[in-house]
C-alpha cells in the first residue's frame, strides 16, 4: 500500500506521506506529533519532545485498555471480598503490563508481533468489539490462567509471573490480530 493524502480538515501538509491503515493509527508511530485540543473545538497537531510522546501515548493507550477491560476488571474488584484467591495482584500486573507494551507500540519504538506496520490499533467502530473481548479474554486467561499454574506447581508469585508474560505476548500480538480479523469480516461482508 503506497502513501495516500490525509482526507481531514486538520491535516498536517508535512505529514501526507504517512502510509495508512485502516486498522493501525500509524501517524503516532511516524512522527514526534501528536493530535491536541485548544478548546472550543479547535483541534491541531503539535510537535511533542521525546518526554511529551510518551506521556500522550500513555494516556491515550492507558485510556483504551482500561475502558475496553472494565467488564473483567469490575470483576476482579467486585468478587475480591467473596473468593479465596487473590485475583488482584495477576489483574493489576496484566493491566499495567498491557498499557506499557501498547504505549510502547503506539510510540512506534517497538513493532507488534506477524506485522511490518508501526502503530497501535486505530479508533474504529467496527473494531470496538474486537477490543473488548480481546482485552477481557487476556485478562481471564492472565488470572485465571496464572492462579491455575500457581496452584499445579505450588510456588507463590507464579501467577504473577504468567500474568507479566500473558501481558506482553497478548499485547504484541493485538495489532496483527485486529488485522486478520478486520480483513477476514471485510471478505465475508462481500
Known amino acids: 500500500m503506497g502513501p495516500v493524502t490525509w482526507q481531514t480538515a486538520d491535516r498536517d501538509p508535512d505529514e501526507d506521506s504517512v502510509p495508512r491503515s485502516r486498522t493501525r493509527a500509524t501517524r503516532p508511530a511516524n512522527s514526534n506529533k501528536r493530535r491536541s485540543w485548544y478548546?472550543?473545538?479547535s483541534?491541531?497537531?503539535i510537535e511533542k519532545s521525546w518526554f511529551g510522546r510518551v506521556l500522550h501515548d500513555v494516556v491515550y493507550t492507558y485510556a483504551d485498555v482500561t475502558v475496553f477491560s472494565?467488564?473483567?476488571l469490575l470483576y476482579v474488584w467486585v468478587t475480591q471480598p467473596f473468593v479465596d484467591r487473590a485475583l488482584t495482584a495477576p489483574a493489576l500486573?496484566?493491566?499495567?503490563?498491557?498499557?506499557?507494551v501498547?504505549?510502547?507500540i503506539r510510540g512506534g519504538w517497538i513493532r507488534p508481533l506477524g506485522t511490518e506496520t508501526l502503530g497501535w490499533v486505530s479508533g474504529r467502530y467496527a473494531l470496538l468489539p474486537v477490543r473488548v473481548a480481546y482485552y477481557n479474554l487476556t485478562l481471564?486467561?492472565?488470572?485465571?490462567g496464572g492462579l491455575a499454574v500457581e496452584g499445579l506447581v505450588g510456588r507463590t508469585g507464579l501467577a504473577v509471573a504468567w500474568a507479566t508474560c500473558v501481558g506482553i505476548g497478548a499485547t504484541l500480538?493485538?495489532?496483527?490480530?485486529?488485522d486478520i480479523t478486520y480483513h477476514r469480516f471485510a471478505q465475508w461482508r462481500r
Open 39 to 41: 478548546g472550543l473545538g
Open 43 to 45: 483541534l491541531t497537531y
Open 70 to 72: 472494565l467488564p473483567m
Open 93 to 100: 500486573v496484566t493491566w499495567i503490563t498491557m498499557v506499557g
Open 102 to 104: 501498547a504505549t510502547l
Open 140 to 144: 481471564i486467561v492472565a488470572v485465571f
Open 173 to 178: 500480538v493485538f495489532p496483527t490480530v485486529v
